[in-house]
């Protein structure tokens, strides 16, 4: 019952935000049923904790620490970002950038979103995890263009291109593996589900297993925007409305790199090699090293932290992919506090980039000076998401490279040597727009900076100290990836 | 002794068929055009008649020029043997195979091609490169068939891939099915037909074929154009021998006569009927666009032979 | 017996695998939508073939929505929009043809040499199917990656689909039927969003050309 609820509520929050959407209360309704998803996430997620993983509905739907933990994350993104976008997206109506009947648009996608995400999570069947990635590519491609300019448009036509033909790759992958699959498991029905297959996995074809593995990682590595099928993102990102640049980086990559660390823990049980690490390891470092590179160049604020998200989720993919308890342990803690701080990251820029009326770095300046909420946000999470303790993310790396140069100690210099251009490069660029002269207006609505603190006062807990339910949780999580 | 007087007759229908093949492939022409039909024996008369002029040569015109018409008929009377229509134990089988015959009708190519130039005037030159431009290409294409149905038939014989298509049970083979349009393409090129070029034109400036004789008068033209329309008949028993090889009696037994003759006669008249239904049905295309045309059949004739390799091996 | 429906099934494959070649090299819309519903047509006709050699009959009803969705709906739906937005012509690739062509086979050897350890492992009658279902759906993302317009990029995409349905039910005797329907809800919805596209990108561009759409770039 408690599942049902985490599905059912952003489903009919989809359906009623299309009817209602375009009423002056739907942001209050769809920040509403983001809270009411994220209540039932929650409870799901203590009633996971005290009885362990459970299967549902005919096997069809399986919770594990694994989903569990980024169910509750991605309910918790959700709500914050709905409480942000209400003020957001009024300012944009106001500015005339979106009618009515688009707000109504996005109200309703992003639950149908939210819906899409937390059904790929939870699902047991590797078919309709497939099919839920590619809806969420559906409703986020409506979102990125909804402001329906030249450039939104183009940069929707090439997510939905690109994403497509990726997304397509993963579904041969998807059959490929059916096809090993029903060697062992027969053709009723269970030879696509997950746990069965979780259960026979050193049995299966290891052959066809290895070609279904790299086409999965090549179809949803398109969509965790892994070097170099990562085109889509950067573009998607700076031309979509920021809160769906927020979901977008904090969630969907989050739930494209879920999907292939599943994918992962069949290959290496069927595979007796480490062929599913090492790809994962070359594709996560390929991915840290050239968006760290992309990002100096970077003149649009929206990009650049969209590089970023690039480069963190190569971190997290290289850290699965190194695999052991330690490093599995620090890449969900990585995607965990990459999620929450990107996310408020987002937040800070949507509302500067509203202040200042435009997405380049040059023009925008001063942000402490019109807005010291909205300045300090944005310092903070920059310095979060660069790796400064006590933010969790420093954490989480130190984690990621004190295991790397045990295990695989030739790829930490480039780690470091990445992530000190990235620091380089971001601060430069964050410290003269939050800093410095403005002579700018205030805006019509306050802007909400409650989710930003939020988010980075969890960050901060998370670098401090990781309560220990958490910790165990995460444990569970690592063994379980291997 | 019975195969060596099948083989002759074999040659003797080969002469007096081809131009009633041409003869009825116009006459379907002009049947789906609208229009009046010649009579079905046109060419004979045109033959005849052209026997029975005489030979107007240029002044400079070497030895090659006035011998090349008898080459080019022995080539393609050889080749019309060594396909089997009437049986598949032919004499002349073993002395070539599916390779050499390829080779017999590049020996024609060349041959009117350098009668084509040796006169001097522009026209021939022009249909000489243009034609040199097409077999250049139709070659590659038609060899990759011939493999393709020597792959099934573990034999580059034709009397043995026609025996193997034909006479063992019923085996449904889509590399042939890809051979079978690559070849199609190859015979419509090959024979000037009219996606390539048109046999009806004098339009100096799109002809092919006709440019290059277009200096031959008398029986030099006669035996040239009789030899274009054993090249026909030719390459149609050739298809029908890869592709629907049913009815050819193997063995030497005229028995089986009764049986084969009217099967291929049928079978002819069918392909002559859809030659001139593809005719009217597709435009002649630019020069240019003929290098595309051919490298698709090239392309599909090498499909064709993947296909085989993934498809039908180890059953 | 069984031998014969395999036999009829490999030669759709190899249909399948023409009419994509016929695609890659096709240059009018019209036509392109034409080959897109004859390939939906020998998808069905092979579905209903497995169905009735396995006895399986959930791929009675996948047979039923590819010739609902595949040659009759959204071939529909392409029509239309070709006619709204009077576009009938398209003549222009990236590469040429003949390049095109040259490329596509060697993407097809690529693909038999992948399949081919694999195909050796099916059960299936059917097994060898896998390479030319690969190669079909190679083929259609060269064909995406070739036309500069709008309409066939999204021809080649649901081409693609076709090669990857085709590899389901030929190769593995169909998906749980579950996520078939999924998969055709997803493909649908994506065409209907397109659609809803085309007009959009037009009334921006005055072109379905993708070639405007190239301002975001890195410099």
Redesign the interface.
Same mark, same amino acid.
């Given at each position: 019952m408690e599942f049902f609820l985490v599905l059912g509520i952003p489903l009919l929050g989809g359906i009623v935000l299309a009817l209602i959407g375009h009423t002056r209360r739907a942001a209050e309704y769809n920040a509403l049923f983001s809270l009411l998803t994220l209540i039932a996430a929650i409870n799901l997620t203590v009633h996971i904790v005290n009885h362990g993983p459970q299967l549902l509905f005919q096997d069809q739907f399986f919770l594990d620490p694994l989903n569990v933990f980024l169910v509750a994350l991605t309910a918790l993104v959700g709500f914050t970002t709905s409480l942000f976008s209400r003020p957001y997206m009024r300012i944009e109506h106001h500015h005339g950038r979106l009618t009515v009947g688009r707000l109504r648009l996005y109200h309703s996608m992003f639950q149908m979103f939210m819906f899409t995400m937390l059904l790929a999570l939870t699902t047991n069947?590797m078919? !309709?995890l497939?099919?839920a990635m590619? +809806?969420a590519t =559906?409703t986020t491609?409506?979102l990125v263009?909804l402001y329906?300019?030249?450039?939104s448009?183009?940069?929707?036509?090439?997510y939905? !291109?690109l994403c497509?033909?990726g997304i +397509?790759q993963a =579904?041969?992958g998807?059959?490929?593996l059916?096809?090993a699959a029903?060697?062992v498991l027969g053709?009723e029905?269970g030879?696509?589900l997950w746990t069965h297959l979780n259960a026979v996995k050193g049995t299966l074809?290891p052959?066809?297993m290895s070609?279904a593995f790299v086409f999965l990682l090549v179809g949803y590595g398109t969509k965790v925007g892994l070097v170099p099928l990562h085109n889509w993102l950067?573009?998607a990102h700076?031309?979509g409305p920021t809160p769906v640049s927020a979901v977008l980086s904090g969630l969907l990559l989050n739930v494209a790199l879920y999907a292939v660390v599943r994918c992962k823990v069949l290959a290496d049980g069927a595979l007796h090699s480490n062929l599913a690490g090492v790809l994962m390891m070359g594709f996560g470092l390929l991915s840290v090293v050239v968006a760290a590179f992309?990002l100096s160049?970077q003149?649009d604020i929206k990009r650049m932290f969209a590089y970023s998200s690039i480069e963190h989720m190569g971190i997290v993919t290289f850290a699965f992919g190194m695999g052991g308890p330690l490093a599995s342990f620090g890449g969900l803690l990585h995607m965990t506090v990459h999620s929450l701080t990107k996310s408020a990251i987002f937040f800070a820029v949507g509302h500067a980039t509203q202040k200042s009326g435009t997405q380049l770095m040059e023009q925008i300046r001063g942000l402490i000076k019109i807005s010291p909420t909205v300045g300090w946000g944005l310092m903070l999470g920059t310095l979060a998401i660069l790796g400064m303790p006590p933010f969790g993310v420093f954490a989480s790396e130190f984690l990621i490279l004190t295991t790397a140069m045990k295990q695989q100690p030739w790829a930490t210099p480039f780690l470091l040597m990445a992530l000190g251009v990235a620091f380089a490069s971001i601060f430069g660029k964050v410290q003269p727009m939050v800093f410095g002269e403005s002579t700018l207006p205030k805006l019509p609505h306050k802007p909400a900076m409650l989710p930003v603190f939020v988010h980075l006062a969890l960050v901060l807990m998370l670098g401090l100290w990781i309560p220990p339910y958490l910790a165990e949780w995460y444990r569970q999580a690592a063994k379980f990836i291997g | 002794m019975n195969s060596i007087l099948l083989q002759f007759l074999e040659l003797v229908l080969a002469l007096a068929l081809a131009p009633v093949l041409t003869g009825w492939v116009n006459q379907c022409r002009a049947w789906l055009q609208n229009r009046s039909a010649p009579p079905l024996l046109q060419p004979y008369y045109q033959i005849v008649k052209l026997f029975e002029k005489d030979v107007v040569l240029a002044h400079h015109a070497s030895s090659l020029f006035r011998s090349a018409p008898y080459f080019i008929f022995a080539a393609m009377a050889l080749a019309a043997t060594i396909v089997p229509t009437l049986s598949t134990d032919l004499p002349f089988g073993p002395a070539a195979d599916a390779i050499a015959l390829v080779g017999i009708f590049a020996l024609a190519r060349v041959f009117i091609a350098l009668a084509g130039m040796d006169i001097g005037t522009a026209f021939g030159t022009l249909g000489a490169r243009r034609e040199m431009l097409v077999g250049f290409l139709a070659e590659p294409a038609l060899l990759m068939v011939f493999f393709t149905a020597s792959l099934i038939s573990h034999s580059t014989s034709l009397a043995t891939i026609v025996e193997t298509l034909a006479h063992r049970e019923l085996v449904i083979y889509p590399s042939m099915a890809f051979a079978g349009v690559a070849f199609t393409m190859v015979s419509l090129a090959e024979n000037a037909r009219v996606p390539v070029d048109n046999p009806t034109t004098h339009l100096e400036l799109t002809m092919i074929h006709e440019a290059m004789i277009l200096e031959y008068s008398g029986r030099h033209l006669a035996l040239i154009e009789w030899a274009a329309a054993l090249k026909m008949y030719a390459y149609s028993c050739l298809g029908l021998a890869l592709f629907f090889p049913w009815g050819i009696p193997e063995g030497a037994k005229f028995a089986s006569l009764a049986i084969g003759l009217p099967s291929l006669l049928i079978k002819l008249a069918i392909g002559g009927f859809l030659l001139a239904l593809i005719e009217t049905l597709s435009a002649k295309m630019r020069i240019f666009r003929a290098p595309e045309f051919l490298g698709t059949a090239f392309m599909l004739a090498v499909l064709g032979m993947l296909v085989h390799l993934l498809l039908e091996t180890g059953k | 017996m069984n031998s014969y429906y395999g036999q009829i099934i490999n030669l759709l494959a190899a249909g399948l695998l023409l009419l994509s070649f016929a695609m890659l090299g096709q240059r009018r819309i019209l036509s392109l939508i034409n080959l897109f519903m004859a390939q939906g047509a020998v998808l069905c006709a092979s579905t209903a073939i497995v169905a009735f050699v396995t006895g399986q009959n959930h791929l009675y009803w996948s047979a039923l929505i590819t010739l609902l969705l595949k040659v009759l709906l959204l071939p529909a739906i392409l029509h239309r929009l070709i006619r709204r937005l009077n576009i009938k012509w398209d003549v222009e690739t990236l590469i040429n043809i003949p390049t095109t062509m040259l490329i596509g086979i060697v993407l097809v050897i690529f693909s038999f040499n992948l399949a081919l350890p694999i195909s050796e492992l099916a059960g299936t009658v059917t097994r060898s199917t896998l390479g030319i279902a690969m190669a079909a759906v190679l083929l259609a993302f060269l064909m995406m990656i070739t036309r500069s317009k709008a309409v066939p990029q999204v021809i080649g995409f649901l081409s693609m689909e076709n090669g990857l349905f085709f590899a389901a039910t030929s190769a593995t005797y169909g998906m749980p039927m579950v996520v078939e329907l999924g998969i055709a809800l997803d493909v649908l919805v994506g065409m209907v969003i397109l659609g809803v596209f085309f007009f959009q990108i037009r009334e921006r561009f005055d072109s379905l050309d993708i070639r405007h759409l190239e301002q975001l770039k890195e410099d």
């Amino acid at each position: 019952m408690e599942f049902f609820l985490v599905l059912g509520i952003p489903l009919l929050g989809g359906i009623v935000l299309a009817l209602i959407g375009h009423t002056r209360r739907a942001a209050e309704y769809n920040a509403l049923f983001s809270l009411l998803t994220l209540i039932a996430a929650i409870n799901l997620t203590v009633h996971i904790v005290n009885h362990g993983p459970q299967l549902l509905f005919q096997d069809q739907f399986f919770l594990d620490p694994l989903n569990v933990f980024l169910v509750a994350l991605t309910a918790l993104v959700g709500f914050t970002t709905s409480l942000f976008s209400r003020p957001y997206m009024r300012i944009e109506h106001h500015h005339g950038r979106l009618t009515v009947g688009r707000l109504r648009l996005y109200h309703s996608m992003f639950q149908m979103f939210m819906f899409t995400m937390l059904l790929a999570l939870t699902t047991n069947n590797m078919g !309709i995890l497939w099919v839920a990635m590619e +809806a969420a590519t =559906l409703t986020t491609v409506l979102l990125v263009s909804l402001y329906r300019t030249t450039a939104s448009l183009e940069a929707a036509w090439k997510y939905f !291109i690109l994403c497509g033909v990726g997304i +397509a790759q993963a =579904l041969f992958g998807t059959i490929l593996l059916y096809f090993a699959a029903e060697k062992v498991l027969g053709h009723e029905g269970g030879a696509l589900l997950w746990t069965h297959l979780n259960a026979v996995k050193g049995t299966l074809e290891p052959t066809v297993m290895s070609l279904a593995f790299v086409f999965l990682l090549v179809g949803y590595g398109t969509k965790v925007g892994l070097v170099p099928l990562h085109n889509w993102l950067p573009d998607a990102h700076a031309e979509g409305p920021t809160p769906v640049s927020a979901v977008l980086s904090g969630l969907l990559l989050n739930v494209a790199l879920y999907a292939v660390v599943r994918c992962k823990v069949l290959a290496d049980g069927a595979l007796h090699s480490n062929l599913a690490g090492v790809l994962m390891m070359g594709f996560g470092l390929l991915s840290v090293v050239v968006a760290a590179f992309f990002l100096s160049r970077q003149k649009d604020i929206k990009r650049m932290f969209a590089y970023s998200s690039i480069e963190h989720m190569g971190i997290v993919t290289f850290a699965f992919g190194m695999g052991g308890p330690l490093a599995s342990f620090g890449g969900l803690l990585h995607m965990t506090v990459h999620s929450l701080t990107k996310s408020a990251i987002f937040f800070a820029v949507g509302h500067a980039t509203q202040k200042s009326g435009t997405q380049l770095m040059e023009q925008i300046r001063g942000l402490i000076k019109i807005s010291p909420t909205v300045g300090w946000g944005l310092m903070l999470g920059t310095l979060a998401i660069l790796g400064m303790p006590p933010f969790g993310v420093f954490a989480s790396e130190f984690l990621i490279l004190t295991t790397a140069m045990k295990q695989q100690p030739w790829a930490t210099p480039f780690l470091l040597m990445a992530l000190g251009v990235a620091f380089a490069s971001i601060f430069g660029k964050v410290q003269p727009m939050v800093f410095g002269e403005s002579t700018l207006p205030k805006l019509p609505h306050k802007p909400a900076m409650l989710p930003v603190f939020v988010h980075l006062a969890l960050v901060l807990m998370l670098g401090l100290w990781i309560p220990p339910y958490l910790a165990e949780w995460y444990r569970q999580a690592a063994k379980f990836i291997g | 002794m019975n195969s060596i007087l099948l083989q002759f007759l074999e040659l003797v229908l080969a002469l007096a068929l081809a131009p009633v093949l041409t003869g009825w492939v116009n006459q379907c022409r002009a049947w789906l055009q609208n229009r009046s039909a010649p009579p079905l024996l046109q060419p004979y008369y045109q033959i005849v008649k052209l026997f029975e002029k005489d030979v107007v040569l240029a002044h400079h015109a070497s030895s090659l020029f006035r011998s090349a018409p008898y080459f080019i008929f022995a080539a393609m009377a050889l080749a019309a043997t060594i396909v089997p229509t009437l049986s598949t134990d032919l004499p002349f089988g073993p002395a070539a195979d599916a390779i050499a015959l390829v080779g017999i009708f590049a020996l024609a190519r060349v041959f009117i091609a350098l009668a084509g130039m040796d006169i001097g005037t522009a026209f021939g030159t022009l249909g000489a490169r243009r034609e040199m431009l097409v077999g250049f290409l139709a070659e590659p294409a038609l060899l990759m068939v011939f493999f393709t149905a020597s792959l099934i038939s573990h034999s580059t014989s034709l009397a043995t891939i026609v025996e193997t298509l034909a006479h063992r049970e019923l085996v449904i083979y889509p590399s042939m099915a890809f051979a079978g349009v690559a070849f199609t393409m190859v015979s419509l090129a090959e024979n000037a037909r009219v996606p390539v070029d048109n046999p009806t034109t004098h339009l100096e400036l799109t002809m092919i074929h006709e440019a290059m004789i277009l200096e031959y008068s008398g029986r030099h033209l006669a035996l040239i154009e009789w030899a274009a329309a054993l090249k026909m008949y030719a390459y149609s028993c050739l298809g029908l021998a890869l592709f629907f090889p049913w009815g050819i009696p193997e063995g030497a037994k005229f028995a089986s006569l009764a049986i084969g003759l009217p099967s291929l006669l049928i079978k002819l008249a069918i392909g002559g009927f859809l030659l001139a239904l593809i005719e009217t049905l597709s435009a002649k295309m630019r020069i240019f666009r003929a290098p595309e045309f051919l490298g698709t059949a090239f392309m599909l004739a090498v499909l064709g032979m993947l296909v085989h390799l993934l498809l039908e091996t180890g059953k | 017996m069984n031998s014969y429906y395999g036999q009829i099934i490999n030669l759709l494959a190899a249909g399948l695998l023409l009419l994509s070649f016929a695609m890659l090299g096709q240059r009018r819309i019209l036509s392109l939508i034409n080959l897109f519903m004859a390939q939906g047509a020998v998808l069905c006709a092979s579905t209903a073939i497995v169905a009735f050699v396995t006895g399986q009959n959930h791929l009675y009803w996948s047979a039923l929505i590819t010739l609902l969705l595949k040659v009759l709906l959204l071939p529909a739906i392409l029509h239309r929009l070709i006619r709204r937005l009077n576009i009938k012509w398209d003549v222009e690739t990236l590469i040429n043809i003949p390049t095109t062509m040259l490329i596509g086979i060697v993407l097809v050897i690529f693909s038999f040499n992948l399949a081919l350890p694999i195909s050796e492992l099916a059960g299936t009658v059917t097994r060898s199917t896998l390479g030319i279902a690969m190669a079909a759906v190679l083929l259609a993302f060269l064909m995406m990656i070739t036309r500069s317009k709008a309409v066939p990029q999204v021809i080649g995409f649901l081409s693609m689909e076709n090669g990857l349905f085709f590899a389901a039910t030929s190769a593995t005797y169909g998906m749980p039927m579950v996520v078939e329907l999924g998969i055709a809800l997803d493909v649908l919805v994506g065409m209907v969003i397109l659609g809803v596209f085309f007009f959009q990108i037009r009334e921006r561009f005055d072109s379905l050309d993708i070639r405007h759409l190239e301002q975001l770039k890195e410099d």
